[in-house]
RNA sequence: GCCCUGGUAGCUCAGCCUGGAUAGAGCAUUAGCCUUCUAAGCUAAGGGUCGCAGGUUCAAAUCCUGUCCGGGGCGCCA
């Protein structure tokens, strides 16, 4: 439509580049004004005239072709109708693939998400990494890309070492069994609150020196060096944590497509840094620690003692991902206190002589707030996703049972949460509250679940589609905001996959659900005399929204 | 100290990238609407120095500079 209107403005003499127009042309406050429109100020240094005299001018000038119904000048703007009967008729001829695109014909897209912690549970924490990434899975494979979800364990690391300290000591074999998550946070809790009393204040975890960290750090020795027993126990943990983070990945309809823990990277990253070290690129500390110059700053890539660290780990997958995969890109989803660990990440394998590093993405986003708390699995005074899921889906099923209907419980109380989640920006914090996820009326999932479930109660009742000649004259203000709304769907995803935000499509949902609601309000389908293109109308709202939401990983019902 | 973030209604946020017409939602508050396709809904009202100060511009919540307040990062941790 946009296309059309420069088209227009050129034939009008107006010599303006097409990126210039784009930038110009808006769309008015209110639609009374138009639905497009083309402000003059730009022009009247150059024609030397008031920018509302070329705007009359213009208006009188200009010749329609048909998408375009009349154009109007108001003061300094010139402003475009569009022919409302041509996008009703686009809007009801949509189906299921609407707003797909073949853009990412034959590309890879690796996205790097939610990798928990082995022997932690999921908290709310958590929820963020796992929900964008699987949300930008989503909006990537809609627009024709081959995405690629890897779940990047944190099998290793001090906790561990703590970890397996605990279970030697306290393992309750049944708890485990019965809830595994629940007994290892039992014991990782324990432990630290042991370990706590020891404690120097102010003295880096690493450099602590007392009994509990001491035998902690053991333990993560005795593991690199493949000591059988405490392998068998940290296979144990990992696998008792896996089955906690299944759970909860079951419950939010998350895939990935391979799960791998970090530890297995460490032979190749070294590999890679002994290269590095041969070919001068890295350079030796005295005391065996290896490191590389990036910004003028020393960058540790191999410990003293030469174990891998963190970002030993992050060389090796980076360079096994890009060899397994040749993507196109490659993102990680991870919170944005860690940028300048991948900002360095990046530099390193550039100056390690990889190419790929500027396919490379790192999308940090913002903390979730409880209140003025940042959870912390330390304490063990943390809310469990676990939970949090289930008491949302608790309090779907209590309003289900209220009214009698027959929702999905678990699809209403999940779809709230992951609504929260994905409605800010990643950049920002998100405030999370119980008030706010209970809450199931207004800007929330259910309120667009529910709009979705009345927009079916339609169809359902009206049982065949009316065959009787679709009039297009007269379309109220109820008709064609949503109308233009709908049609505008395929612009926003695109969007959403440019900024990396699925916001912008949960915004989206939000405000499509809204339209629908006034339009059910206002305008009766079944019996009306516009009964065969309301019908049908009310059928592409569901399919837009039904996109819509699958792109946020939100399920749709049919009755709510 | 250096770097990254954020500051918009009582609360939670959108708008800022790409400057444009009276700054938008939701929650909460108040007042209405269920004999009509699901009231998890709709309608209306009140509520704003867009942190502050400069600058650029015909035009600034939006761009630039400075400043104040909050959060974070600057380990051989992850």
Redesign the pocket.
């Known amino acids: 439509m946009k296309e059309i209107i420069f088209q227009i403005l050129k034939k009008a003499g107006i010599t303006l580049k097409e990126e210039e127009l784009e930038?110009?042309l808006?769309i008015?406050?209110?639609s009374e004004?138009?639905d497009y429109?083309f402000?003059c100020?730009?022009l009247s240094k150059k024609e030397k005239k008031a920018p509302d005299k070329i705007a009359e001018h213009l208006a009188q000038k200009i010749k329609l072709p048909i998408e375009i119904e009349k154009v109007e000048n108001?003061?300094p703007?010139l402003?475009f109708f569009v022919n409302k009967k041509i996008l009703a008729e686009k809007v009801i001829g949509i189906n299921a693939n609407f707003g797909k695109l073949p853009l990412g014909k034959n590309k890879k897209i690796v996205i790097d998400f939610s990798a928990p912690?082995v022997g932690k549970p999921m908290h709310i924490g958590h929820i963020r990494s796992t929900i964008l990434g699987d949300s930008l899975m989503r909006i990537y494979n809609f627009l024709g890309y081959n995405s690629i979800g890897v779940n990047y364990l944190?099998d290793?690391?001090?906790h561990l070492g703590k970890l397996i300290v605990a279970y030697e000591l306290w393992l309750d074999k049944d708890a485990l069994k019965k809830n595994p998550v629940q007994e290892l946070l039992r014991l990782y809790v324990k432990f630290c609150a042991k370990e706590k009393s020891k404690i120097t204040e102010g003295v880096?975890?690493?450099?602590q020196d007392n009994e509990w960290t001491n035998r902690a750090k053991e333990k993560l020795k005795l593991l690199e060096l493949g000591d059988k027993k405490t392998e068998k126990i940290w296979h144990d943990i990992r696998k008792s944590s896996e089955k906690g983070f299944n759970k909860v990945y079951e419950m939010l309809n998350v895939d990935f497509t391979e799960t791998v823990g970090?530890s297995e990277f460490s032979e190749h990253g070294k590999k890679i840094i002994t290269n590095a070290l041969m070919n001068k690129i890295a350079k030796s500390?005295k005391?065996g620690?290896i490191y590389v110059e990036v910004d003028g700053q020393?960058k540790?890539i191999l410990?003293?003692?030469q174990t891998a660290?963190?970002?030993t780990y992050d060389i090796g997958a980076a360079v096994e991902r890009n060899k397994k995969y040749n993507f196109e890109k490659m993102i990680y989803v991870t919170d944005?206190?860690?940028?300048?660990?991948f900002d360095k990440l990046f530099k390193i394998l550039t100056l390690l002589g990889y190419d790929f590093s500027d396919k490379l993405i790192h999308l940090g986003f913002?903390?979730i707030k409880f209140g003025n708390e940042?959870i912390a699995t330390r304490k063990g005074d943390i809310i469990l996703l676990e939970d949090v899921l289930n008491k949302t889906i608790e309090k779907?099923e209590k309003?289900?049972k209220k009214?009698k209907?027959k929702?999905d419980a678990e699809k209403?109380g999940v779809g709230a949460v992951k609504y929260i989640v994905l409605?800010?920006?990643p950049?920002?914090?998100?405030?999370f509250s119980w008030?706010?996820a209970l809450?199931?009326?207004?800007?929330?999932g259910?309120?667009i679940q529910?709009s979705y479930?009345?927009a079916?109660?339609?169809i359902r009742?009206a049982g065949k589609f009316n065959k009787s000649k679709i009039n297009f004259d007269n379309l109220n203000s109820h008709e064609i905001n949503l109308v233009k709304k709908i049609s505008s769907f395929p612009e926003i995803v695109q969007k959403a996959e440019e900024?990396l935000n699925p916001?912008?499509i949960a915004?989206y949902s939000?405000e499509l659900a809204?339209l629908f609601?006034?339009f059910?309000?206002?305008?009766?389908?079944?019996g009306d005399e516009s009964e065969a293109f309301r019908l049908r109308l009310v059928d592409a709202f569901r399919t837009t929204l039904k996109n819509s939401l699958y792109l946020l990983g939100i399920e749709v019902m049919?009755?709510?």
């Open positions: 930038k110009l808006e008015p406050p209110s004004l138009g429109s402000p100020f730009i108001k003061g703007y402003n912690n944190g290793i690391g001090l880096e975890e690493e450099f970090q500390e005391d620690a020393k540790f410990r003293s003692n660290s963190y970002i944005f206190r860690q940028k300048d660990h913002g903390t940042i779907a309003e289900i009214r209907t929702g209403v409605k800010s920006s950049s920002a914090d998100v405030q008030e706010q809450n199931f009326e207004g800007d929330s259910p309120y529910y479930a009345r079916s109660s339609i009742k900024s916001s912008l915004n939000f809204q609601n006034e059910y309000h206002a305008c009766p389908v079944i049919e009755e709510m």
